[in-house]
């Protein structure tokens, strides 16, 4: 098992509206494959001043990495596409996949 996360760095100006696309396009997106699950949301705390622009980890609980390879080469792009045609600049964000230790 697997925990898929993307950490957004999202402009204040833009939370709402980001907290909607989270909700009805970016989950749903991630999901389509039928091998994301259990999505869950963390505001992440930082010792910097951030004023002005918030961090956000999403995470879904993927069981294999062949169920990650195939949702970036079929879903990626358009989640990729997503982002940036509805919010520009104003929202970054990057994956990174978490394995457990045994």
Sequence with gaps: MYLFN????????VMN?????????YIPMMQTSGTFSNPLVYRVHSL??????????VQFTVQTMDDIRQWDETISLRVEQSVLGVFGTKVLHFWTVLEPLP
Aim: proline share 0%.
């Design 6 to 13: 993307t950490t957004f760095y999202i402009d204040d100006a």
């Design 17 to 25: 509206d980001w907290i909607a696309w989270l909700r009805t396009t």
């Design 48 to 57: 910097q001043n951030d004023e002005g622009s918030s961090s956000i980890a």
